[in-house]
């Protein structure tokens, strides 16, 4: 019943919230680097780096995770280490890492448990240095329960008969190749800190290249649908789990091909056609079929960068306009390019996210 009242307070607090954004938006002087360094000083808010200033005030084990590496390059070291502080103290507490931690400082998993927190909490740790030694045997029991939860033992992949929260969390997929990723880069960030390691054994390049690669793409998950999705290409590379720079190539093009990277990058799909959602999606239709998302836009930046660093130049630019005309950094985008909004929900601001535009 607790996560019950958890799930409906969560929710309408961010639709309150996001209904008070729609009337006021809150607008930054200055240019976008000047705007982007304000929004992540207010991110953070004394006790630890908090998503946004708006919707999402509190720990995302995700979107911290994406943006310690640039948090780190600003030097908010002591920051970084805070924050992890303070998650490691809550989850402990509470015996699970999450996907989020309540502004009042409850972990909570929405819809439900993600591949992608323990990755994502363990990089954090590992990017940044952080002191674990304290929380090892936490975290060695989280390390192996999560193995037997989520881990098909005989492929190392994640489970496709169980649904999962991601990165994409009103989405159904089966096995996505995302968090198969987030399993690979979690076993080498496990054997760096020497923590315990059931996913040693396997190696995942060569498993995301078997199960995963159709000589053009990645597919999205195990059901191999022929579809391109942003996830499913970006991660890949920017983990170093594929280098190969002919698959680069003919994944860039695939993404452009398939309309993702237009008016401005990135979708995760181009049609809402290809995916299964949980029913609270016709809360917020089409947030994450062919929505642009800001932060895989900058993800995909770097990937680019790799490629093209002139075209590259042309995706940040274009970011610098988003975040000059609307004084602020937006989390997401509607198909066309506008800020994204429905009857219930409009798009966050404030973005943490700014930080990786800054180092982009």
Known sequence: MASVLDYLSQGSRIFYSSFKSRIRPKQYEGSADQICHQIVKECWNGRFFQTSTTNFPQFWTRDFGWCVQSLI??????????????????????????????????????????????????????VSNASYYSYRHFLNAQINAYFKKVI????????????????????????????????????????????????????????????????HYFYDDLQKKHYVAGDANVFPFLFGLEQDKTKRTAVLKALDDAGLTKPFPLKYTNSRSHASF??????????????????????YGKLLKMHDP??????????????ETYHNFLEVFDSQGKPFKTSFYHCDSGMLWAANYLTL
Request: glycine residues 4%; proline residues 5%; positive net charge.
């Open 73 to 126: 390059d600003l030097k908010y070291e002591k920051e970084v280490h805070q924050t992890i502080r303070y998650a490691l103290n809550r989850f402990k507490k509470y015996k699970k890492i999450t996907t989020t931690i309540t502004p009042g400082g409850k972990p909570f998993d929405f819809p439900t448990m993600a591949v992608d927190s323990l990755p994502w909490f363990i990089h954090s740790i590992r």
């Open 152 to 215: 098909n033992p005989q492929t190392g992949l994640v489970k496709p008969d169980v649904h999962f929260s991601s990165i994409k969390d009103f989405a159904i997929r089966k096995s996505s190749c995302y968090d198969n990723c987030m399993v690979a880069l979690l076993a080498r960030d496990l054997s760096r800190l020497k923590l315990d390691n059931p996913f040693k054994k396997y190696d995942y390049s060569e498993l995301l290249q078997r199960h995963f690669w159709n000589g």
């Open 278 to 299: 949980i029913w609270q999606e016709a809360f917020m239709r089409d947030y994450e079929s062919d929505a642009i998302w800001m932060h895989l836009g900058l993800l």
């Open 310 to 323: 002139e075209a590259a130049a042309v995706v940040k630019k274009r970011y610098q306009e988003l975040i």
